[in-house]
Structures are given as structure tokens and as C-alpha cells.
């Protein structure tokens, strides 16, 4: 069932402030749309003209709804965090009297540590592109550049010519909330991002015109889906165990970074976080990898039997 008007004129207007005045992302608010527009459909079906009408029943109701969907953990955690900042939008607004964020859940996801890949799983995947076709030097290229410098799939597809500075090896993004920050590219990206600018992309251009630096097949700016699909293709062809994404290339470079002895705070400005406690799940993904090297190269690290002793 469809929201009433009102609710919809409601979220449009949250969403215009989200936009306007947070300058989040358009894929965050999208996010936020998708999950606000399930909570409004919901309402609808239920019969819920006014927000004053939600009360802790229909909370519980909302939320067992989400989990009989088969949502992970976090996904759930995700609309929980839509509907706090939209209750809370209405509640200083005053289109509802009374703050529903009351009415949340309390509980807490569970951590999850991110996947990430091995460096001979790096190898693997980048040796997988045909260096013979543009495809292949513009795909080698951006899977350099995703771990190179730990970019977000939106910064990557964002980039322009002009943002790129190949004397000083930087690179100018624009990450969440519209911030900018400038990222080294190290030599084994410069190179392919070079031989990409140089060879490939203008026979991928075939003459046309195009503000951003990754083009398509199409000449055209490439989205962050197909920057998805190409990853996951050279996985296939690497017969990698995992199929990766943009983001799991981001996780390695910040997993294997702090292993060579990167601190979170440098780390944390890299990565474009605002708060050092989000880089922190790292620290848990490298104490993972260490005892794991402990226990595969400590002599006493198991016992005769071969049982692990931790």
C-alpha cells in the first residue's frame, strides 16, 4: 500500500534537508529514502495516518517485520539509524509532538570484520585483465587505484582529469558529506593510471568527450555498479575463493597498511573517516591475522595432537 500524501511530502522534505544541509551523498540518501519509504509503506498497511499514532507495538510489529524479511543484522541496524534521524527531523520540526526515537530498539549489531584479500589474492585478481584491450589496461588501472589509495567506488567514479596531479602523485576525491581530501597514489597505480590516460582511454573516447576520468565501453562516465561487475568478473577468471567488491579492495589497503605499521590517525585521514573509532575494526582484523601467523609458525603454539592450545 502506498504512503498517504502527507507522509510522502514528509520524507521528500527530510530528504531535502539531508541533501541541502547534511550534503550527504546521493547514494546515502538514497539509503535512506529506500528504508523510510518500507516504514511508510508499512504505516499505510497499518492504517497510521499520524506519527503520533506510533506507539511501541507498532515499533515491535515494524521491527519484526524487517527481521521475517531475512535482513542481516546490520541492514536492520541501518533502517533503525534512517528512522532515528527521521523521527528525530520531525520531532525538531514539530511535525510530531512527541520524539519516536524513544520507541527504538536498543539492541546493537554485531561486529562483523571486513573481508578482505590476501596480497598473492591481489596479485591474482590484477594479473586478470587482457592488457591487449583498453578494457583491460582502464580495469587493471581502477582496481590499482581502489587499493592503491583506498578509495570509496563514488570517489573513484567521481574523478576528473583535473583532480588527478601526476607530478606530485595525488589525487583530489570527494568523499562523504561532500569533503575533500588530497590521497598519494603510489607507483604501481600512477603507472596504470598513466598508461590508462596515455593509451587506452582515448580509444575508448573515440574522440567524444567526457568530464570524468573512467569511461565505459560507451564513452560514457561508469557507475559504481560497473565498477562492481568488472571486479567480480576478474575474480571469477582469477579463481579467487571470495568474490570481492570496491570496498573489499578498500578494506585490503587498510588492513595491510596498518600491518606495515600505519597508525589509525594516519590511516583514518587516508581513508576520508571522520571519527578514528570507525578505522578501529582494523585493529581487530590484524590481531585476527597475527595469531593466526602465530599459530601456523610458533613451535608451541599447538600442542602434539595438533589441537590449538588458545
Known sequence: ????????????????????????????????YLDLKSLLSFLAQHEIEYFSQIDPTIMEAYF?????????????ARHKSSMQSFFSFLFKRRYCEQDKTELLPHTKPSKKLPLFLRMDEIERLFDAPNLDHPLGIRDRCIMELLYGSGLRVSELTQCKPTDI???????????????????????????????????????????????????????????????????KKHALQ??????????????????????????????????????????????????????????????RAKMEDGSDQT
Open 1 to 32: 500500500m502506498e504512503p498517504s500524501q502527507r507522509h510522502q511530502d514528509l520524507l521528500q522534505e527530510f530528504l531535502h534537508d539531508l541533501r541541502v544541509e547534511r550534503k550527504l551523498s546521493n547514494h546515502t540518501i538514497e539509503n535512506y
Open 64 to 76: 519484526s517485520f524487517l527481521h521475517q524479511k531475512a535482513l542481516s543484522l546490520r541492514s536492520v
Open 165 to 231: 596531479d601526476e607530478t606530485q602523485a595525488l589525487i583530489r576525491v570527494i568523499g562523504k558529506g561532500e569533503k575533500t581530501r588530497i590521497v598519494p597514489i603510489g607507483e604501481e597505480a600512477l603507472h596504470w593510471l598513466r598508461l590508462y590516460l596515455l593509451q587506452a582511454r582515448p580509444l575508448l573516447m573515440k574522440k567524444k568527450s567526457c568530464n570524468y576520468v573512467f569511461v565505459s565501453q560507451q564513452s560514457k562516465s561508469m557507475s559504481r555498479q560497473s565498477v562492481f561487475n568488472l571486479i
Open 238 to 299: 582469477a579463481h579467487l575463493p571470495v568474490l570481492p567488491s570496491p570496498h573489499t579492495l578498500r578494506h585490503s589497503f587498510a588492513t595491510h597498511m596498518l600491518e606495515a605499521g600505519a597508525d589509525l590517525r594516519s590511516l583514518q585521514q587516508l581513508l576520508g573517516h571522520s571519527s578514528i573509532a570507525t578505522v578501529e575494526i582494523y585493529t581487530h582484523l590484524s590481531n585476527t591475522q597475527m595469531k593466526s601467523i602465530y599459530i601456523d609458525h610458533h613451535p
